[in-house]
């Protein structure tokens, strides 16, 4: 008689996966822009915005549909959280560093695309999964 524990446990293919590739393009992105700015090149503030939009849209979205909240996703939200902070805190009391009014109003239309863009995309992978099983 075989045992409940004797058996390997698979993966259930239901659950979507936390992909480090793609947290390391929209930093790339992020880091092309201090690489622009670095350099006093035009365009390092957009290409700063689209990264970090990016980023944190990629870790709310999975903070919606992840059923396991593990570590990496809790530490992805924790810097976008801390990210939005900082923006918040120089567009209102430090003269608009890193980003004055006009840099929030894009984070936030650039968030709110790609969020609505990896949350489709992942509850469309979710879905087609479940349908699977």
């Known amino acids: 008689m075989e045992?409940?524990?004797d058996q390997i446990p698979s993966k259930?293919?239901?659950?979507?996966?936390?992909?480090?590739?793609?947290?390391?393009?929209w930093?790339?992105?992020?880091?092309?822009?201090?690489f622009f700015k670095f350099m006093h090149w035009p365009g390092n503030s957009?290409?700063?915005?689209i990264?970090?939009?990016?980023?944190?849209?990629?870790?709310?979205?999975f903070l919606i549909l992840a059923?396991?909240?593990?570590?990496?996703?809790i530490v992805c939200n924790s810097i976008s959280l801390l990210w939005t902070l900082i923006l918040i805190w120089g567009a209102?009391?430090?003269g608009g560093y890193?980003?004055?009014?006009?840099g929030i109003t894009i984070q936030g239309i650039l968030f709110v695309i790609c969020f609505l863009i990896h949350l489709g995309v992942l509850y469309l992978m979710k879905k087609v999964r479940a349908k699977k099983n």
């Open 3 to 5: 045992d409940l524990l």
């Open 12 to 25: 259930s293919n239901n659950t979507i996966q936390f992909r480090w590739w793609v947290i390391l393009i």
């Open 27 to 34: 930093v790339s992105v992020f880091m092309t822009g201090y």
């Open 46 to 49: 957009i290409v700063r915005v």
């Open 51 to 61: 990264g970090t939009g990016g980023f944190m849209a990629y870790s709310l979205s």
């Open 67 to 73: 059923k396991p909240r593990t570590t990496p996703i």
């Open 92 to 94: 209102l009391f430090n």
């Open 98 to 102: 890193p980003f004055n009014l006009q």
